[in-house]
């Protein structure tokens, strides 16, 4: 793969006031997981590397991605380039034992926690987790004990900050009265907008960075896909009833809303939906996914686009007025957020 280090510098930003990262992230499952088979593992690894050289230093993986693939392949990919990269990783779900991929639990208990951060140490090639995240929230445990159990991986010096994913806004406030929150991972974009109402206000009263995944609507917001796209059973979208072709049909408007004002800035679709991210806040850090250098770049390019007090104005009017369809995951996964 070629160098990108001819792209403008990725600024940065602080997530919780203390940890910089590259204003656009990396979110590294669909390399191993979710989105069809497995990548390439050498050109994943030449990819992550691309991503260095062009100024991301903001890389998110989980134990379940694969899983444990993923954070193997970043393992290898970053160890050269450690100290420059700022790696997240996630606990909170029971692996199951066959050997299939995914979950047959959640399990936040401390113990476990404490398995999991030194299992991921080790496929990461590293001494220290920058941010480690719950993945979702364990209502048969306690969020204080969780907080608490992260508290002792940092004084440890395993881990360096403590995330939350897809939490409610209670479960926030409590873990932060114990251990400091350093970021919320949640989905938020144009087309889920659900943390606008308690969420994001939260955060910013709590001096809490926030980490949308899904940033790009997992792909739909690219433009790439219409009513009769398909997706094949390893591509987990084939079961959102959002990626259905009556919603995909329904929700294009907001994809016309994006393309018509990307041609104003000479920008794409994608680059919009991030841009509009990045102009909520300073504090807001996308995560958009990819294997491909082309949209690496493009997801780059997006920190280049400035949004106008008009421009935002007028997104938010259209969008107004239209009803995205389809829920976003089946409900016993939507059950698992909120919490």
């Known amino acids: 793969m070629d160098s990108m280090s001819h792209l403008a510098p990725l600024p940065t930003r602080a997530l919780g006031g203390s940890l910089s990262v590259s204003a656009i992230g990396l979110g590294c499952m669909g390399m191993s997981f979710s989105y069809g088979p497995p990548a390439d593992t050498g050109e994943m690894i030449a990819l992550l590397r691309a991503a260095v050289d062009a100024g991301v230093t903001f890389f998110d993986t989980a134990e379940v991605y694969g899983p444990f693939t993923n954070e193997v392949l970043l393992g290898e990919?970053?160890?050269p380039v450690r100290e420059q990269v700022v790696i997240a990783t996630k606990f909170g779900f029971q692996i199951k034992d066959d050997g299939t991929p995914g979950w047959s639990?959640?399990?936040s208990h401390p113990d476990h926690i404490k398995l999991v951060a030194d299992a991921s140490l080790k496929r990461l090639r590293t001494d220290c987790i920058d941010l480690f995240y719950q993945h979702r929230v364990d209502p048969a445990v306690p969020i204080e004990d969780v907080a608490g159990a992260v508290g002792d991986l940092i004084r440890a010096g395993k881990v360096r900050h403590f995330g939350l994913s897809e939490a409610g806004a209670a479960t926030i406030r409590r873990a932060?009265?114990?251990q400091k929150v350093t970021a919320l991972q949640s989905e938020y974009s144009l087309w889920w907008r659900k943390p606008e109402a308690e969420i994001i206000p939260t955060?910013?009263?709590?001096?809490i960075g926030l980490?949308?995944?899904s940033p790009l609507g997992k792909g739909f917001l690219t433009g790439a896909m219409n009513a009769t796209?398909?997706?094949?059973s390893t591509d987990f979208r084939s079961t959102l009833p959002r990626f259905t072709p009556a919603a995909l049909a329904a929700n294009q408007a907001l994809v016309d809303l994006l393309t018509q004002m990307a041609q104003r800035h000479g920008a794409t679709p994608a680059q919009m939906a991030l841009a509009w991210l990045l102009a909520q806040a300073p504090w807001i850090v996308p995560i958009p996914g990819t294997t491909k250098l082309a949209r690496l770049r493009e997801n780059i390019g997006a920190a280049t686009v400035v949004l106008g007090a008009a421009d935002l104005a007028e997104i938010d009017r259209v969008a107004a007025g239209i009803t995205v369809e389809g829920a976003r995951y089946p409900e016993a996964?939507?059950?698992l957020t909120g919490r």
């Open 77 to 79: 990919a970053l160890a």
């Open 105 to 107: 639990r959640l399990n």
């Open 176 to 178: 932060h009265a114990v």
């Open 203 to 207: 955060l910013a009263e709590l001096g």
């Open 211 to 213: 980490v949308p995944y």
């Open 229 to 232: 796209s398909t997706f094949g």
């Open 333 to 335: 996964l939507e059950q």
